[in-house]
């Protein structure tokens, strides 16, 4: 190929062909056409006249006559006349590129920007100005290629092919926004993502919907990817989507734990792509600009469920059977020929958990999804990582398990008695029989006397005096409450503010006076009646003619 036109300014470019067309044109071997004029070669070529004559010129030049034959157009007369017909360019470039040079270092500096002068970059249509205005007038394009070339402008690095490696190895994931769909259950128009899998080698492709992008969902779409392709692959390359990457690295990205659990449970290995680095997954990032296009674009869905249907028999058949443009066969027969059989097996239903971080409280529990477990004293006002599911809560410190209970409902609780303290787990969990069997141990007396006190049809409102007791037997030792606790049964007193009081005057082991009946002896005040008899004058009552009374 080589520029059509004089003086270095280019028109449009002229193939070989083309050459060697107008020359066996001028030589006459068309079949049943004689030789024709310039004109009619040129019309026939589609090239200028001009042109035309200067090429048969420049063959004349090499040697060709009209009386030759196709023997004669060799590559080595065609390539005398390009050489003749090329404008003369020393170093490879027309005399509007020359005009150039010498302006290098200050278009430079209008393309980077810095100088006093101009802070800010100059676009290339501003520079073509100031220089037409310096008297250097060459064509746009040119200046373009020449700012790029030789100035920094635009300058953009080279890339290379990666190979696919080997089949059944690599698989890409990536988000890709859809559209809005009714959604069922809230009865508003919801956001449709589609996370796109597909494979590196054959790129055959699997898509799931969802409206959210959460460790669930992409869990749940990663499940049935490995059941569309009917195994696991080796190595996944996410994006750097927050629900698998927490902590982006070009050498040690941090994986979130849930995504790290659930990879350790299907068996593959995660190799993120850099930030902001798409050629890391180019295989999937096209695939998802396919889908938007071939799949959403123009249909109507009910649901996600109907959308989802949809999803799984285009990838079948649309994306899977259509003939990729780079391997040149259909990805779902590649597939089915070189790479289903070197994927890993499906595993088992993943039950997926909720890791979180807790704090063990002063009452020895911890709350998780709503519901309570008790942890040991010693872990009261840490922190633990927790991990969820739906059948256990195990507690981690430090990677270290230290604690597992039974998954609660919402509201529940699980509570070990052996977390809690020896003298505070019978209260704390109303264990009657365990306050009965302590205070046996301490004298029978005592555990007799416990069981007179919780004798009642609500027995745990009578555990403080229970509890009073065993306080009792710390202050004052079992032998002296045992005593106490024999000496009152045997009178029928349950109270244990009375064996408090005979244990503070030390009487557990002195029998105490019967009660006396009152009135069976002479008290302090009693006088004899006849003390109290007083001698009064009887009146007698004399009837008196003049109605007056008379003693």
């Not at 802070?119 to 746009?140: D, F, M, N, S, W």
């Not at 009714?182 to 009865?187: E, L, P, Q």
């Not at 080698?201 to 969902?217: D, G, K, M, P």
């Not at 082991?509 to 009152?518: Q, R």
Request: net charge neutral; proline share 7%.
């Amino acid at each position: 190929m080589f520029t059509e036109g004089a003086n270095g300014m280019g028109y449009r470019e002229v193939a070989v062909e083309e050459i060697r067309e107008v020359l066996r044109l001028w030589l006459g071997l068309a079949v049943g056409l004689p030789a024709p004029g310039l004109r009619t070669i040129a019309a026939r070529a589609g090239i200028d006249r001009k042109t035309v004559r200067r090429y048969i010129a420049a063959a004349q030049a090499a040697g060709l006559t009209r009386e030759a034959g196709a023997a004669a157009l060799t590559d080595e007369l065609l390539g005398a006349v390009v050489a003749g017909v090329r404008p003369a360019r020393p170093n490879g470039h027309g005399q509007a590129w020359e005009a150039l040079v010498p302006f290098t270092e200050q278009i430079t500096q209008w393309v980077k920007g810095g100088a006093p002068e101009n802070p800010e970059p100059l676009t290339v249509t501003k520079i073509h100005i100031l220089l037409a205005r310096q008297g250097c007038v060459v064509p746009y394009r040119t200046l373009v290629r020449f700012a790029t070339e030789c100035c920094g402008y635009r300058r953009t690095t080279t890339t290379v092919r990666v190979a696919d490696g080997d089949p059944g190895v690599e698989c890409q994931i990536d988000f890709g926004y859809l559209g809005l769909l009714d959604d069922a259950s809230t009865g508003k128009r919801r956001k449709v993502f589609a996370l796109v899998f597909t494979a590196v080698y054959s790129r055959h492709t699997f898509v799931w919907l969802t409206h959210t992008q959460t460790l669930s969902a992409i869990l749940e779409g990663c499940s049935a990817a490995w059941e569309f392709f009917g195994g696991v692959f080796a190595v996944i390359i996410p994006d750097n989507m927050k629900p698998i990457v927490t902590q982006a690295d070009i050498l040690n990205p941090r994986l979130s734990r849930g995504w790290l659990d659930y990879g350790q449970h299907a068996g593959f290995v995660t190799d993120t792509a850099r930030v902001a680095t798409p050629t890391d997954k180019p295989r999937v990032e096209r695939t998802i600009h396919y889908v938007q296009n071939n799949f959403w674009a123009g249909e109507r869905f009910s649901s996600l469920p109907d959308a989802q249907a949809a999803a799984v028999a285009w990838c079948q058949s649309t994306a899977g059977l259509r003939i990729h443009g780079t391997t040149a066969a259909a990805p779902a027969v590649l597939f089915d020929t070189d790479e289903r059989t070197h994927l890993l097996p499906i595993p088992a239903d993943y039950d997926v958990p909720i890791f979180k971080q807790v704090k063990v409280h002063r009452d020895f529990h911890a709350s998780v999804g709503k519901a309570l477990y008790s942890l040991p004293e010693t872990w009261i006002g840490s922190t633990l990582d927790v991990r969820l599911d739906s059948e256990a809560v195990k507690f981690y410190h430090r990677g270290e398990l230290v604690k597992q209970h039974p998954r609660q409902p919402a509201g529940g609780q699980s509570t070990d008695p052996h977390d809690y303290p020896a003298d505070k787990a019978a209260y704390a969990l109303r264990n009657i029989s365990k306050l009965q069997s302590t205070c046996e141990h301490h004298g029978p007396h005592i555990g007799l006397y416990a069981a007179r006190i919780v004798d009642d049809p609500r027995p745990w409102s009578r555990v403080r005096a229970v509890y009073t007791l065993l306080g009792l037997v710390r202050t004052y030792g079992p032998g002296p409450v045992d005593a106490a606790c024999a000496t009152a049964l045997e009178f029928d007193v349950i109270a244990v503010p009375k064996i408090a009081s005979m244990l503070e005057q030390a009487t557990e082991n002195t029998t105490p006076d019967m009660p006396v009946a009152a009135g069976s002896e002479s008290s302090r005040f009693a006088r004899d009646p006849s003390e109290y008899a007083t001698n009064r004058t009887q009146l007698t009552l004399v009837p008196n003619p003049d109605n007056t009374i008379q003693e």
